[in-house]
């Protein structure tokens, strides 16, 4: 893929044109720039920036001035065909409203559609242009425009600053050769990780309330509530629906009150029949009155009285008479004893038959059920069968979450053993890689040395570090993020993984020292040449004069410079042809 020209739908706009190699933007700084002035509104960022738009990026916020809100930006660049090595030219033109669509001419991948939604034209550039495999999801075309076309300078792995390690390591493995299948993986062992670590503190915080981590708690009131449930099942299997359950209960109800006042009266019946038996004791029979006749005579003979005749006789009448009201008392209690007794008797029979009609409906009772009662019972059964299942999902996700550190250490001990291999498989790729930037370091510095490191971390991630000895000042860092941009364009190339395009703005040099910059943008124009690509650096005028001047004449940008320059002496003079807020 090659940058032939981009423009924009404004006419003022600066049409930039591109050729093979390095190319140089230069921004002049005139005299009538104040000392003070800054001339990043000239637009050497803005072209970064709206490349990258073009390209499937996110709309810079700056560009969301109602100055701009027409624009349409254009570029001709060149594209691989679906088939054959050849490439297309092809015209991308986007709005800056709306966001969402992109219109594509002359490429063979979009298959006759022109009017594209942006993720569709993300989609083939991942598709046609870097080759990244359908069954992954790192790295995406914007994290290796991130790279390659960079608008972030604090971390040379990283192409902004939220980009988590293990997706830097996918991306710089991917542009070094090796699978992002494999690569991959580290992203689910993070999420895994970040996952397992938030939920916990979830659960110690109290934030999800109805989730414990305590296992052998869930498991007793599981178990407690199976028990439970279980009760109540085998309760209703045992039991019909009687739905006269209510009659036969008042039947029921009735004949036990019958069978309590039958044995009321019984129980006064049988001290009735006590008190009769008493009475019959107590009564005097014949034989006893004689001998108390004899004992009244022995009694007057003993105090010396002769007991008159008449008094004999009248006592003998007296005991006749009293025996004939003993008799007839004992006749008539005998006769209401009898009475009580045959009472009894029939209570006893009576009673029996009231007991056995109530056992009958009792053990219908016992062996039914009322609807209604069955009807709570069912819904008893319900909400325990529903606690049961809730016991068993909070243990089951207590298990999950107690044994995520189990499965991280697992998977990593699987990645690690994986990356590993699939390092030794690509070894000759990657030293390619890592003599490359000890060769370009070498080139830059005589007094350091310069090391790609291609390492695994603990956690299963790629390690990419460019590393220059010495100290790490900002101008060393920018040489080692020129470095390895460089290596891996390079590298990408070869594996068919990226664009023949690389472009870096005039911020990534402003640290560097002027003869290290020569030597940089020497190494940019011979290795474009050599491999194929189009290196394209943004520059102030002044910056580059003295580049020049630094380098005792081991460089000329001259051959390398755009015809079009952009100036900030008037409005007019940057690449939007106006100023805009």
């Known amino acids: 893929m090659f940058l032939t020209r981009l423009t924009s739908s404004d006419a003022r706009f600066k049409t930039l044109s591109f ?7 230069v921004a002049d700084r005139t005299d009538a720039s ?15 920036k709206i490349l990258r738009y073009v390209l499937g990026g996110d709309l810079p916020p700056d560009f969301k001035a109602s100055e701009l809100s027409d624009h349409k930006f254009i570029a001709s660049i060149s594209l691989p065909a679906v088939s054959g090595d050849v490439d297309e030219t092809v015209t991308v033109t986007r709005s800056v409203s709306p966001t969402t669509r992109v219109d594509v001419t002359g490429w063979s991948a979009s298959e006759g559609a022109r009017d594209l939604h942006v993720d569709a034209w993300r989609s083939m550039l991942s598709r046609h242009v870097f080759r990244i495999p359908p069954n992954v999801n790192r790295p995406t075309a ?15 792995i990283k192409g902004h600053q939220s980009e988590a390690d293990w997706e830097s390591g996918v991306k710089l493995g991917f542009m070094l050769g090796l699978a992002p299948e494999i690569l991959g993986k580290a992203g689910d062992l ?25 296992e052998s708690a869930l498991r007793a009131q599981l178990a407690t509530a199976r028990r439970q449930r279980d009760r109540i099942q085998e309760s209703m299997r045992s039991f019909t629906v009687d739905e006269q359950y209510a009659s036969h209960q008042q039947e029921a109800d009735g004949l036990s009150g019958s069978i309590q006042r039958l044995n009321d009266e019984a129980l006064a019946l049988q001290r009735r029949s006590r008190e009769l038996d008493e009475a019959l004791r107590d009564e005097v029979v014949a034989s006893e009155s004689n001998e108390l006749t004899a004992k009244l005579a022995r009694v007057y003979a003993e105090i010396g009285l002769v007991l008159p005749d008449v008094v004999s006789r009248r006592y003998d009448e007296v005991v006749a008479f009293h025996e004939s009201v003993v008799r007839n008392r004992r006749s008539f209690l005998e006769q209401e004893l009898n009475a009580v007794t045959s009472r009894l008797d ?6 029996r038959a009231l007991d056995r009609a109530r056992s009958q409906v009792m053990q219908i009772l016992e062996e039914t059920v009322a609807l209604d009662t069955f009807m709570s019972m069912q819904r008893d059964l319900a909400k325990q069968e529903a606690n049961v299942a809730d016991l068993e ?8 979450i107690s044994t995520i550190n189990d499965t991280v250490k697992l998977r990593t001990a699987e990645l690690i053993a994986s990356v590993r291999t699939e390092m030794n498989e690509r070894d000759e790729k990657i030293d390619e890689s890592v003599l490359l930037f000890s060769e370009l370091g070498a080139e830059i510095y005589t007094d350091r040395e310069a090391s790609l490191l291609v390492s695994l971390t603990p956690k299963g991630i790629l390690s990419v570090e460019p590393k220059i000895s010495g100290d790490a000042s900002t101008g060393v860092r920018s040489v080692e993020t020129f470095m390895l941009d460089v290596v891996c364009e390079i ?9 023949r395009l690389l472009v870096h703005d005039s911020h990534l040099f402003d640290a560097i020292d002027g003869r290290q910059v020569a030597s940089c943008l020497n190494i940019g124009a011979r290795l474009a040449e050599e491999h194929g690509f189009q290196y394209i650096v943004t520059v102030n005028s002044d910056f580059i004069a003295s580049v020049e001047a630094q380098s005792d004449g081991a460089f000329d940008a001259a051959p390398y410079t755009l015809d079009t320059r952009l100036t900030d002496e008037n409005d007019e003079g940057g690449l939007f042809g106006f100023r805009f807020d």
């Open 393 to 400: 999902r909070r243990l089951e996700d207590a298990n999950s």
């Open 19 to 25: 050729h093979e190699g390095l190319n140089i933007l």
């Open 346 to 351: 029939a209570i006893d029979v009576e009673r």
């Open 491 to 499: 590298a990408a190339i070869k594996a068919r993984r990226a664009p």
């Open 142 to 156: 914007g994290q290796i425009w991130g790279q390659l076309i960079r608008t972030y300078f604090g971390n040379p």
């Open 190 to 214: 993070d999420r895994l990780t970040k996952q397992g670590k938030a939920i916990r503190k979830a659960v110690k915080d109290g934030a999800i309330a109805h989730l414990s981590l305590d």
């Open 34 to 48: 104040a000392q003070g002035d800054s001339r990043n509104s000239i637009g050497k960022t803005s072209f970064v």
